[in-house]
């Protein structure tokens, strides 16, 4: 049984590895060789990708899970309900965005081809058929025709992962509409050229515009669909221990009198919605003043310090506590981790190559001595707060029975005959223990304070970037120094995976928050 | 005790994180904008951190390991004779290709600066000292000063990594010997240039020779640093049960009667040893005539359908066999199994970009087809023999006692009293189950022959990339496709990977006819 669970997970994988193998092997040569292999013939490959995961998808609802004794188990830890919300938000988004292209596309009709309109319409088909299946069944375990669906799976993770590549390399779309603006421009100017032009230019403003400010969500909405696939595919033909039954409900969400905390949250988060409100009422003209950028980057370079002395002072806590470390092995924790310090990397990214390329150009103007100081905040405050997350995440909350080892159970197993009475030791201990720990002690009441205001900033920075303020790209600073392509490269890898990076937080500092 | 060692590993973890980054943002403003970070400033950054690595190397010597009960235990299973050798090896090219190069530096000294001198030695002296110490100390389990072990060696790991890096996407040396011979050509042919030339003609060749041939190993010698650092790291302060004893020593080596597998071996052996000095030959030319080209191609072509079949045979038995899967946890082997799928991926890599290449271009010339049913081979030999050796190595071993799980020692510790009988049984049952398999049956001798011929047929295909055979690179159809540094790029990290593999499954293979 459990080899025929191994055999399968290879295989599926070597398959989506191939998979993605042969369309990075697309994508790359159409990078480095436009002669050949043109952005269409990448087009119609991820079409079959798609059309080939659609009909598993199809099959899967109409077929698989209608099977008897299909889906025994369903896994409580699997697909939490914000990870739900932002695949249908930013599932709607990149409907919305494929849209807004064959909008674009047709009002451009007369200079180009009709069969373009097929890709954008495929998409909108495969992301809506897509989102609806992951919502109905990402915490299915399935237990039939486990090999089929583990391919299935695969199959539609690398397809994701091929979109998400696409989407981070290609930027033709941006260049094609930076190119007719140029040309609106000359066209004033009385030149005349034959770059194609719009039909009726307010309704390609909006297409354009959302175009623009809906493509980050795209490239997020990808990276979400392959974490959930992969959850699913783990899950593929496990059988959850009947014992366990049903998720230990947390406690629900009270402030226990944490007022400091979410006070200062509540604080950058205005001050953080004002300079948002103001950056996007400048933004919306064709170029930002600099005194914006600067207002932008000493938010961020007041905010930073605080978060990462806040984590400081959280860890250090964590270290005072003499509450038992949960080392017990725990996947879904495990890919908490592992998701957070992996989502860290884009920003973290992003701050070195800026302070590359900062360092190397002028930075004796106060603009970019703000950006240095920007980003090297940026990498103190990721990795403090990591550790502040990751240390509160191995905490064994207080509501949880701890799980008893296999060795108390044999011993318990042995003396079967005072077992009762220990039902009972244990019981009253249990409740002397929540019972001293229900007035906080000031540990427990710092931590939450800190998660609280963790909490708020990190939505804050959350907002930021994910609804269009990139002034990593817009400031120009580093778009000249690497050269256009590859700064949009850097940032459109860096940028989706910071937003990640900090709906993750959130979700993580929630826990911490509640286990303090 | 378990949370300061999670503490320590997640830190120095950070650590070689950020230094990686900030020497990958480096290299990456120096590919991507070289007027303002040149190779000079790389090379600053690079003899910083390795001057650092050196530092601390020196000091684990002769400071930490100096300690009382600083390196209680030694892990058996790290550092293999093999892996050993093969860092010695290519440690000693390293050095010589620095040796070459500053020889060829020197020789060019009236048209170049001196201080570029201090990069190549501080190289050897850095690359001289880190062999000696991985020679003698990889086995080590430290005990002391852990954290900071830790952080030395994600140091010294983030160091060879960036040398890697380095190694794979700096082509400068290539270019400027390019460069110089094309300066001869045009010097015989009477134009004047102004490139640098060499003052000793036959000696420059020499050099150069010398450095082309080598650059291959010194980015293999990097990847071979990084894995056995890494074993160092996950070592430090890890305990060894006392009661593991020693390494259960492997049997010894014996024929058993195979032969047929052997014999298949040695054909493919020295067929391909006829192929590498006909190649080598013709290769010491300045062009390579098109019917070597379609010798080497055609070579592989017999060679890997003939390995793909035995490893499909050979994972058909596997599955045939009674014996029972080991599916405990162990370290070493999913180690093992992660290094042999990631180092597939190399080769792979390579050969999905060769099939867009050829597909997009020309397929209908003999050396073309042969190139695309070498490449699709590649894939299919590298994805069984992954699968046969996977296979074969989680077959529990026969002469290795099975570990009894806890249930097993728990049960037995409740009937203490029949505790003598029960050993006389188990011995009894273990002679039997050993000697009925002393005649081997079918399966077993198949298992065997397979195995060796696998084996002698991967030794082959490790000696022609690793002594210099390039034809990825030298038959010019991809490099023209793809441009030359990119293909530069991707076959420089292909390669070493690719060659890292077939030692590698050497290796695997020796366990499963073991094993067997």
Chains 1, 2 share one sequence.
Request: charged letters at 15%; proline letters at 4%; hydrophobic letters at 50%.
């Amino acid at each position: 049984d459990r080899q025929a669970q191994k055999a399968g997970q290879l295989f599926s994988g070597l398959l989506a590895l191939n998979v993605v193998f042969l369309g990075g092997a697309f994508i790359g040569s159409m990078i480095f060789n436009n002669v050949s292999i043109t952005l269409g013939d990448v087009w119609i490959l991820l079409a079959a990708l798609k059309v080939l995961a659609l009909l598993w998808l199809l099959y899967y609802i109409v077929g698989t899970t209608r099977w008897p004794q299909a889906v025994l188990h369903r896994d409580p830890h699997a697909g939490p309900v914000w990870v739900r919300g932002s695949l249908v938000l930013f599932g709607s988004c990149t409907i919305c965005l494929n849209v807004f292209r064959i909008g674009y596309d047709v009002s451009h009709s007369h200079c180009k081809s009709q069969l373009e309109l097929v890709f954008p319409a495929i998409e909108i088909v495969f992301m809506g058929f897509q989102t609806w299946v992951l919502w109905k069944h990402c915490k299915d375990c399935v237990q039939v025709q486990t090999n089929l669906t583990r391919c299935g799976l695969m199959l539609t993770l690398a397809t994701n992962l091929l979109l998400w590549v696409l989407a981070v390399t290609n930027d033709s779309m941006h260049h094609e509409i930076e190119a007719e603006l140029n040309a609106m421009m000359e066209k004033f100017s009385g030149n005349e050229t034959n770059t194609c032009l719009c039909l009726n230019a307010t309704v390609c403003e909006v297409f354009r515009k959302g175009y623009l400010m809906l493509y980050p969500f795209s490239t997020e909405y990808c990276l979400i669909c392959c974490a959930v696939l992969f959850v699913m595919w783990k899950n593929v033909g496990r059988r959850l221990a009947a014992h366990a039954g049903p998720h230990p409900s947390s406690p629900p969400f009270r402030l226990h009198g944490a007022i400091f905390g979410p006070l200062m949250g509540l604080l950058v988060l205005v001050a953080g919605l004002c300079v948002f409100v103001l950056f996007q009422i400048e933004a919306s003209g064709p170029n930002i003043a600099r005194q914006y950028f600067t207002l932008y980057y000493a938010f961020y370079v007041a905010a930073l310090p605080a978060m990462s002395l806040a984590c400081l002072v959280g860890t250090a806590i964590h270290g005072l506590e003499e509450r038992e470390l949960d080392t017990l092995k725990n996947p879904t924790r495990s890919l908490d981790v592992v998701l957070l310090m992996g989502a860290a990397l884009g920003q973290m990214g992003i701050a070195y190559f800026s302070i590359v390329a900062i360092v190397a150009t002028r930075p004796n103007e106060l603009l970019n001595q703000l950006i240095l100081a920007y980003s090297l905040l940026l990498i103190l405050q990721h990795i403090t707060q990591n550790l502040f997350i990751i240390e509160g995440l191995h905490r064994r909350p207080l509501w949880e029975v701890a799980p008893r080892s296999l060795e108390e159970k044999e011993a318990e197993h042995s003396r079967r005959g005072s077992l009762l009475e220990l039902g009972q030791d244990l019981r009253r201990a249990s409740r002397a223990y929540i019972h001293s720990y229900n007035h906080l002690n000031w540990k427990r009441r710092i931590l939450k304070e800190i998660s609280l205001f963790l909490i708020l900033c990190n939505i804050t920075l959350w907002m930021m970037p994910a609804f269009g303020i990139h002034p990593e790209f817009e400031n120009g600073l580093e778009k000249e120094f690497y050269g256009y392509r590859t700064w949009f490269t850097i940032v459109n890898f860096g940028l989706p995976l910071g937003v990640f990076y900090r709906m993750h937080s959130v979700g993580g500092l929630v826990e911490v928050y509640l286990g303090a």
